[in-house]
């Protein structure tokens, strides 16, 4: 029997839908202009140029996977539930090891399929015991915020329950937070820098997040993107400030924000993944140009463009 959905207001079902589809996209547009498919200096130009990646399939990577098993146990629960959520992952792991994922992943996924309840213990034992400061629980949560955007303080703390299953440490765990409150704060139209970082547990995520708030919107992304960090170090607090920074700077553009961030390279799939899902948690995607739509690859469940 499927529990009653939790007590409260209404979660923003078709806010999180399209902050899914949107991070979606950024997943698979941002995953395009790797070194795999096209040169460093042809990326370059091509994203100066604003020139549409011409590949006819835009397949999304981990970020999405990962936002996938989000977006299923809110579905069937109504709030995070940490096991449950585990055994999502693991699932959605299962069904395609080759999206993309990093080495934490790789080493925590498998053994959570046979052993969900032990999340706690098996993600602690990652990365010497530290537990993973990766940018992965930050690019999957946008959806989370925008469900649960009526309530601030409930988008930080359902962040910190799906952040734990995977990434233990403090870092991991903030960068959810960071990027949940900037998509719920998105959703009703408030989004800013200052007031994302003021809600973001205390330590190099949230100091990222500030300097972010300082950088004037006139300035040049890549050069946003060196003040601020890329993801090149796959850290939570070298991704989460820039992808950020781009989508306060385009809050009611998703195509503007995702060249913007394309331009600072990097993790690029993941920040563009981030920067998206807040971004079109407020525009959704009607904006973007067709030809986008129909080469991302669909979601399951969801008509093809
Ligand atoms: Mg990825």
């Known amino acids: ?3 009653a959905p939790a007590p409260g207001p209404a979660p923003h079902r078709a806010a999180a ?3 899914l589809e949107g991070l979606a996209l950024g997943d698979a547009f941002g995953e395009r202009w790797f070194p795999l498919f096209r040169e460093p200096k042809e990326a370059y130009e091509q994203i100066r140029a604003r020139r549409m990646p011409e590949e006819p399939d835009w397949h999304w990577t981990d970020d999405t996977a990962m936002a996938l098993g989000i977006q299923r146990v809110l579905d069937q629960y109504g709030e ?13 792991y299962d069904a395609d090891p080759a999206r993309g994922y990093g ?7 498998p053994q959570l ?24 629980a930050a690019m999957r949560v946008a959806p989370l915020g925008a469900w649960f955007a009526h309530d601030l303080q409930r988008v930080a703390e359902q962040a910190v329950l799906s952040a734990e299953v995977t990434h233990a440490h403090p870092d991991g765990i903030a960068g959810a937070v960071a990027v949940a409150v900037a998509a719920a704060l998105s959703v009703r139209g408030e989004l800013g820098l ?6 973001t547990p205390e330590g190099p995520v949230r100091e990222g997040i500030e300097r972010a708030a ?55 799939d993941t920040t ?22 129909t080469r991302r690859e669909p979601l399951p469940g969801s008509p093809a463009a």
């Open 1 to 3: 029997m499927t529990p």
């Open 17 to 19: 839908r399209r902050s």
């Open 80 to 92: 995070i539930r940490q096991q449950e959520l585990a055994a999502a992952f693991a699932l959605v």
């Open 103 to 109: 080495y934490g992943m790789h080493q925590l996924l």
């Open 113 to 136: 399929l046979h052993a969900p309840a032990e999340w706690r213990r098996l993600g602690g034992e990652l990365f010497d015991g530290q537990g993973s400061l990766g940018n992965g």
């Open 194 to 199: 200052r007031a994302v970082a003021a809600a």
């Open 214 to 268: 300082d950088v004037p919107f006139t300035t040049e992304p890549w050069r946003a993107a060196d003040l601020l960090g890329n993801g090149q170090r796959v850290r939570a607090d070298d991704t989460v400030p820039f992808a950020l920074w781009s989508a306060a700077r385009h809050p009611d553009d998703l195509v503007s924000a995702l060249w913007t961030t394309a331009e600072g390279f990097g993790d690029v």
């Open 272 to 293: 563009c993944a981030i920067t998206a899902g807040v971004v079109a948690a407020r525009t959704g995607t009607d904006a973007v140009p067709k030809p986008w739509l």
